[in-house]
């Protein structure tokens, strides 16, 4: 009996072909990597669109990451109000609608689709093109993104908060090497649920894009898409953990260059968003490509019921 994603025969298969995939498979690893480097290739140009991708959405939905969760735990431990302000940090940074509509309109004129349109107009794809798809969705986008927020605030509630105070109460010093083995397991499966929650974020604002749809809506068809292709998932998103290091490869390489000039250390920061910049629009021209690899559906199918295509630009 075949399997989710795999062709019948996938069952006699290589435990490490369930990681590469095997002909037949919708995608496999070898397809990811040749999408990505597609995209990369397609956002190498700078360009101001690039100031919307600083803003796109990584696999890190947590502010600050595991480390500095950690240690806000550790120092405000006592202080019943810390995880609420976490929560209002977390709520304030959605607000700004500015960011949040650049991510959505990124997106939006990621698709497959909306490249083509620019292609037979000959140009590539602006800043201002990105913000005026995201007109109508704007606030769905930012439901979107408090939602899978909320949902990392609760992973952190749920799964490392008890056994972080449970073993401060042991009176084990936070710090030490004892404190930190006990707390890893817990850790880990915190890292596996957020990476899984990132994911599904990143499914969910295509189909937001590609549907102009409601945020639930995007969500809940995020979560089906991988729910139902598990392991094709999965190479998407090993693929896109090589854009992340390749994103920290790039950082770390362009500092300790401008540094050896002597005199491009106040250029540093412009390096840095730079980077940042390039990385976002790969990532979202990417994961545009992957919602529709993975079945994710577009107007351009015909199936009833989904929104509209892209709006015209005004």
Do not use: C, K
């Given at each position: 009996m075949s399997t989710g994603n795999s062709p019948g025969s996938s069952a006699q298969t290589p435990r490490v072909s369930r990681w590469l995939g095997v002909e037949g498979e919708e995608l496999t690893l070898s397809r990811a990597r040749a999408a990505l480097a597609l995209c990369?290739?397609?956002a190498g140009h700078p360009s101001w669109l690039w100031i919307a991708g600083i803003f796109y959405p990584a696999l890190d939905l947590v502010p600050g990451g595991v480390?500095?969760?950690n240690l806000n735990l550790a120092r405000h431990g006592e202080d019943p109000n810390a995880i609420a302000a976490q929560l209002a940090l977390a709520v304030g940074m959605i607000a700004l609608v500015f960011p949040v509509r650049l991510i959505v309109g990124l997106a939006?004129?990621?698709t497959p689709h909306a490249g083509n349109l620019l292609?037979?107009?000959?140009r590539r794809p602006r800043l201002r093109d990105a913000w005026r798809a995201a007109r109508g969705i704007t606030l769905s986008g930012c439901a979107l993104t408090l939602e899978l927020w909320l949902m990392g605030c609760i992973g952190i509630t749920l799964l490392v908060a008890p056994p972080f105070f449970f073993l401060k109460g042991l009176?084990?010093?936070?710090?030490?090497g004892m404190f930190a083995a006990l707390l890893a397991p817990f850790v880990g499966v915190f890292l596996v649920f957020l990476a899984l929650v990132s994911v599904i974020y990143q499914?969910?604002?295509s189909s937001l894009a590609h549907n102009r749809r409601g945020s639930s809506s995007a969500l809940t068809h995020g979560w089906r898409i991988a729910r139902h292709r598990p392991w094709a998932t999965l190479r998407a998103?090993?693929?896109d953990l090589v854009l992340w290091a390749m994103q920290r490869v790039l950082m770390i390489a362009s500092g300790f260059a401008l540094l050896a000039t002597c005199v491009g250390a106040p250029f540093i920061p412009v390096a840095l968003l730079g980077v940042l910049g390039f990385v976002g629009v790969t990532r979202a021209s990417y994961w545009a490509r992957m919602y529709r690899e993975l079945g994710g559906l577009s107007p351009e199918d015909g199936v009833p019921g989904?929104?509209?295509?892209q709006p015209e630009a005004a």
């Open positions: 990369a290739r397609m480390w500095n969760m939006a004129i990621s292609e037979r107009e000959a009176e084990l010093d936070p710090e030490s499914l969910a604002l998103a090993l693929v989904l929104g509209a295509g």
